[in-house]
């Protein structure tokens, strides 16, 4: 009885551990049951918990030059004024095309066999010197086998597809003229809430005449697809399996 309560002690101190550390979460799904769960509101990226300016190496600044009596200015990208986002606040279409397969195959085999033994016997000279006859000596003293073996194998098989547009706001204007941009969109399909968030660093000459730039031109892609609601809250593990996976080492 005193060791099925020893085992059982650090399950429960686990368990204890584990109420704080999600009741909030639970106390909010209480408060949700039967209801559709909320969109978040828009709020400024810049003021988001964690938002930290993008810093990075500039070159440096090229001054501006002025022709007399021309209407062109130098470093102009167009004659007429320039309806592509340039500045902080503008926004400007986002093309997430990804298309990404990989697959990866290892195996790997090994094994090994030692054996040491030490015969007194034969160390004495027994075999040989009739002197030791009369004397007991064992025969072996030492007799040691060692078996070593592994078999490993891993295989990945990994497609991801992701072709949508989503909006981008301009948070920064980099020293250089690069375009810090981030994004994000939210739909809700009954119970369900499909987000798609994207964030990096653009060139503006890479924008195109229609104001969009394609993902694969952003710098620093910080890309994130998923959803919250019913079906991925029945897909996670509990809390408490979440603990015991994190603390467990085996």
């Avoid at 978040?40 to 930290?52: D, L, M, R």
């Amino acid at each position: 009885m005193t060791a099925s309560l020893s085992s059982f002690r650090p399950l429960a101190c686990l368990a204890l551990l584990a109420i704080p550390l999600g009741g909030c979460a639970a106390l909010e799904r209480l408060a949700m049951i039967g209801e559709q769960p909320k969109l978040s509101a828009i709020e400024n990226p810049v003021t988001a918990p964690g938002y930290k300016p993008v810093q990075m190496p500039m070159p440096m600044p090229q001054p501006a030059s002025y022709n007399p009596n021309s209407l062109w200015r130098n470093g102009s990208r167009a004659f007429f004024k320039d309806q592509r986002a340039h500045q902080v606040g503008d926004i400007l279409t986002v093309k997430v095309k990804i298309a990404d397969k990989a697959t990866v195959e290892n195996e790997t085999s090994r094994s090994r066999l030692n054996g040491e033994e030490v015969n007194i016997e034969a160390f004495f000279g027994k075999t040989k010197l009739p002197i030791f006859s009369s004397v007991k000596i064992p025969g072996k003293m030492i007799e040691l086998d060692s078996i070593a073996g592994s078999d490993g194998k891993g295989s990945i098989d990994r497609k991801d597809e992701i072709f949508t547009n989503i909006a981008g706001v301009v948070t920064q204007v980099l020293p250089n003229g690069n375009l810090v941009i981030e994004g994000r969109t939210e739909m809700r399909i009954n119970f369900e809430i499909r987000e798609l968030i994207v964030a990096g660093v653009v060139r503006p000459e890479d924008i195109e005449s229609d104001n969009t730039i394609e993902s694969t031109k952003i710098a620093q892609a910080r890309i994130a697809y998923g959803g919250r609601g019913q079906i991925m809250d029945v897909q996670q593990p509990r809390y408490g399996q979440q603990v015991l996976d994190v603390i467990l080492p085996f």
